[in-house]
């Protein structure tokens, strides 16, 4: 396994429990949002943030309950945001994914890496 994914899953563990919390350096969602500007809006922030950031799919927003995330889910949700870190990012934003178990769940793990430079958005 990766070493940003092992980081990003004892992360993600000390933010769901006792109390829920998210921080600056990973964000989950149930599944992807239909609003692209939100999105870009992370993709930016992590970018920008030293060591970058990661997104993590398939964790319920209100429980923060990991309920898992389906293959063909997975596949759009890595599309769509590896489309906008190229097309709607200045200078273009690199990502890498995998999908875990988690808790009995299968998560997508989706790292935004640093940009060299900052960015800002551009479409």
């Not at 759009?76 to 906008?84: E, H, K, M």
Request: with cysteine; glycine share 8%; hydrophobic share 45%.
């Amino acid at each position: 396994m990766k070493k940003w994914i092992t980081s990003a899953m004892e992360t993600l563990e000390a933010c769901l429990g006792p109390v829920f919390h998210e921080i600056n350096e990973l964000d989950w969602k149930q599944s992807l949002s239909p609003k692209k500007e939100r999105l870009m809006q992370h993709l930016s922030a992590f970018a920008n943030h030293p060591g970058g950031g990661v997104l993590v799919f398939g964790i319920d927003d209100q429980t923060a309950m990991p309920n898992g995330i389906q293959q063909d889910e997975a596949a759009v949700i890595v599309g769509q945001i590896a489309n906008l870190g190229r097309d709607t990012l200045e200078p273009p934003v690199a990502i890498d994914h995998a999908i875990v178990e988690f808790h009995n769940a299968s998560l997508l793990f989706v790292r935004i890496k640093r940009a060299r430079q900052s960015l800002y958005i551009c479409g």
